[in-house]
């Protein structure tokens, strides 16, 4: 029994670590923006994941686990949500980002600015 334990505890703290894909996409038919998302890292790696509004789509840097990223995010309080955010650099354009933690921060289309996005898990990652 106790190896039982000890072998879900390890299963579920695995998965706790584990990243999740979305594609997601506005509901306004006249928009039709879409991407894709991964948020969360894997058992080797850490993801922060956001919008960048200079590209214009979904970005995300990496960097090893138990280590620090290459370019260390900007620490801000978030009076909105009611907590301290980070923003990252995209690879790309060298353009600030907002980390996104979850799936359902994502809200608002940046392309319409509506309350209509909807996303769908498509992916699981370690």
Do not use: H, N
């Given at each position: 029994m106790r190896s039982l334990c000890a072998s879900l505890l390890l299963l579920?703290?695995?998965?706790?670590?584990?990243?999740?894909?979305?594609?997601?996409?506005?509901?306004?038919?006249k928009c039709g923006f879409t991407t894709s998302i991964g948020i969360g890292g894997g058992r080797m790696f850490e993801e922060a994941s956001g919008y960048c509004?200079?590209?214009?789509?979904?970005?995300?840097?990496?960097?090893?686990?138990?280590?620090?990223?290459?370019?260390?995010?900007?620490?801000?309080?978030?009076?909105?949500?009611?907590?301290?955010?980070?923003?990252?650099?995209?690879k790309t354009c060298e353009g600030p980002f907002v980390k996104i933690e979850q799936i359902e921060e994502m809200k608002h289309c940046p392309k319409c600015g509506k309350e209509s996005l909807k996303a769908k898990r498509t992916l699981m990652y370690d």
């Open positions: 579920l703290s695995g998965a706790a670590s584990a990243g999740t894909g979305y594609d997601v996409r506005c509901e306004d038919a509004p200079k590209c214009a789509k979904c970005v995300s840097v990496t960097w090893k686990r138990d280590t620090k990223p290459k370019t260390a995010p900007v620490r801000f309080w978030d009076t909105i949500v009611g907590r301290v955010r980070e923003i990252f650099r995209c």
